[in-house]
């Protein structure tokens, strides 16, 4: 199971690090991503990591001011949201990869969100 946490309310341009980490687990990961969801919007890929490599994808919307990084042995990844904005508001949950490692493409567990507030 994913819980991510850190998320909360700020002031646009303040900065927010969100954590996700599995509660138990005997499986290894090939990636692990972010996503978020606002009220009346589809889905949309944040960031997301591959294991194997290293490499890291970001999305159009939060390049440039979003990182991620993680600890692969730890199953853990975070999400560092720097200069944020009023549309950056939304929840904000992670997801993992078991088979192929490509960050684009689908994962298979998906955990319970943690909301980010954004104010002008």
């Known amino acids: 199971q994913l819980q991510a946490s850190g998320g909360g309310s700020v002031q646009a341009g303040a900065s927010l690090r969100l954590s996700c980490a599995a509660s138990?687990?005997?499986?290894?990961?090939?990636?692990m991503a972010w996503f978020r969801r606002a009220p009346g919007k589809e889905q949309e890929f944040v960031a997301g990591?591959?294991?194997?490599?290293?490499?890291?994808a970001i999305g159009d919307s939060v390049k440039g001011r979003a990182t991620i990084s993680g600890d692969n042995a730890k199953n853990t990844v975070h999400l560092l949201m720097k200069s944020l904005k009023p549309e950056d508001t939304a929840e904000y949950y992670c997801a993992a990869g078991f088979y192929f490692d490509d960050v684009l493409g689908q994962y298979n567990l998906w955990g319970r969100g943690t909301q980010v507030t954004v104010s002008s």
């Open positions: 990591i591959r294991w194997r490599d290293g490499s890291t």
């Open positions: 138990e687990w005997s499986v290894s990961t090939t990636k």
